[in-house]
């Protein structure tokens, strides 16, 4: 009996000094990711994912041209880059704006069974001679599935464009920022940044420098852009947030130094077999205290949208920047 009252007595110490040392960690302010955020806001920006996807054919010109030119409200918009094959003989690559690896999805019709065909084996011009918008869907109709009734202009506005292009087009628009999601990983995923940041380096591209951040999944991505390239603003998704969801949960965030300036996620993240909460207030003030900016997607529920305004995020990203618009009280500009 004296034997068990020891071991307990034992055990019991350990807990106070674990629960005194939680208790101590738990109080000391996080590491700031950054000095100066300026993707930090005090009103919620508007993403418009893929350019807004539920309006018009994703990751296409017709997309753009609307949430850039035709409204004011939009503040961010969210694009998927790949790498593809160049036509130039003095280039192995270009990246192009797309989010599948292949093209099937968003360029062949759905009803037309056909083998896959990926983006990185295919070059640009062979790219450009599919149609993004057939298998586009609104109104219950196929708007864009036969493109003999558009002018060659409208044609030319659903098909693939390149990196190089969207900064040539929107170059000095009105002001807005840009998402830019490496969909590649590991060493594609490394080139791609580096043609990107080619072309930010590009002094006629200057004007994207100051708004532009990279967004991806992958670990190699976000390492290799914080390593070779600090001054560019980069986001931490998936696998690369876990430190940061340890820490926010168990509120020890001052353990892990986490360089990132922004948090892109969804409500709901899959940690493995574990599915996480981040829609809530602990999260979004656990990345506000590191001076990081939270961005939630895919948000297209409006219910959802209010509540994530509640909370506080920075951005939302969302197929349908109009409705996001109407719940801001935004949708006249």
């Given at each position: 009996?004296?034997?068990?009252?020891?071991?307990?007595?034992?055990?019991?110490?350990?807990?106070?000094?674990?629960?005194?040392?939680?208790?101590?960690?738990?109080?000391?302010?996080?590491?700031?990711?950054?000095?100066?955020?300026?993707?930090?806001?005090?009103?919620?920006?508007?993403?418009?994912?893929?350019?807004?996807?539920?309006?018009?054919?994703?990751?296409?010109?017709?997309?753009?041209?609307?949430?850039?030119?035709?409204?004011?409200?939009t503040d961010i918009v969210e694009i998927d880059v790949r790498l593809a094959k160049s036509d130039d003989k003095d280039k192995e690559y270009e990246l192009v704006i797309i989010h599948d690896a292949s093209i099937n999805r968003t360029?062949?019709?759905?009803?037309?069974?056909?083998?896959?065909?990926?983006?990185?084996?295919?070059?640009?011009?062979?790219?450009?001679?599919?149609?993004?918008?057939?298998?586009?869907?609104?109104?219950?109709?196929?708007?864009?599935?036969?493109?003999?009734?558009?002018?060659?202009?409208?044609?030319?506005?659903?098909?693939?464009?390149?990196?190089?292009?969207?900064?040539?087009?929107?170059?000095?628009?009105?002001?807005?920022?840009?998402?830019?999601?490496?969909?590649?990983?590991?060493?594609?995923?490394?080139?791609?940044?580096?043609?990107?940041?080619?072309?930010?380096?590009?002094?006629?591209?200057?004007?994207?420098?100051?708004?532009?951040?990279?967004?991806?999944?992958?670990?190699?991505?976000?390492?290799?852009?914080?390593?070779?390239?600090?001054?560019?603003?980069?986001?931490?998704?998936?696998?690369?947030?876990?430190?940061?969801?340890?820490?926010?949960?168990?509120?020890?965030?001052?353990?892990?130094?986490?360089?990132?300036?922004?948090?892109?996620?969804?409500?709901?993240?899959?940690?493995?077999?574990?599915?996480?909460?981040?829609?809530?207030?602990?999260?979004?003030?656990?990345?506000?205290?590191?001076?990081?900016?939270?961005?939630?997607?895919?948000?297209?529920?409006?219910?959802?949208?209010?509540?994530?305004?509640?909370?506080?995020?920075?951005?939302?990203?969302?197929?349908?920047?109009?409705?996001?618009?109407?719940?801001?009280?935004?949708?006249?500009?």
């Open positions: 009996m004296k034997k068990l009252s020891k071991v307990l007595l034992i055990l019991g110490i350990i807990f106070l000094v674990i629960g005194a040392l939680w208790m101590t960690i738990s109080f000391i302010p996080p590491q700031k990711a950054t000095e100066h955020n300026p993707w930090r806001s005090d009103k919620t920006l508007i993403s418009a994912h893929r350019g807004g996807a539920n309006l018009n054919p994703e990751n296409t010109k017709m997309a753009f041209d609307y949430v850039i030119n035709d409204t004011k409200y360029g062949i019709d759905e009803n037309i069974k056909e083998e896959e065909k990926l983006v990185k084996d295919l070059t640009v011009s062979e790219l450009k001679t599919y149609n993004l918008g057939i298998n586009f869907k609104k109104d219950d109709a196929y708007p864009y599935k036969d493109t003999t009734n558009l002018s060659e202009d409208d044609r030319d506005d659903l098909t693939i464009m390149t990196l190089e292009e969207f900064f040539n087009e929107y170059r000095n628009d009105r002001e807005f920022r840009l998402l830019l999601e490496i969909k590649d990983s590991k060493e594609d995923g490394i080139t791609a940044v580096d043609i990107a940041e080619g072309l930010l380096a590009n002094t006629d591209n200057s004007w994207w420098d100051e708004r532009t951040m990279i967004i991806s999944f992958s670990t190699d991505v976000v390492n290799h852009v914080l390593e070779k390239y600090p001054d560019r603003y980069v986001a931490g998704m998936g696998y690369n947030m876990v430190p940061f969801l340890v820490g926010s949960i168990l509120r020890v965030d001052a353990l892990f130094n986490i360089k990132y300036q922004s948090i892109q996620t969804s409500m709901i993240t899959k940690a493995g077999p574990i599915s996480i909460n981040c829609a809530t207030q602990t999260f979004v003030d656990s990345a506000h205290k590191r001076n990081q900016c939270v961005a939630y997607w895919t948000i297209n529920e409006k219910e959802d949208m209010e509540y994530l305004i509640s909370l506080g995020a920075d951005i939302i990203t969302t197929n349908s920047p109009d409705l996001l618009a109407e719940v801001l009280g935004r949708l006249e500009e």
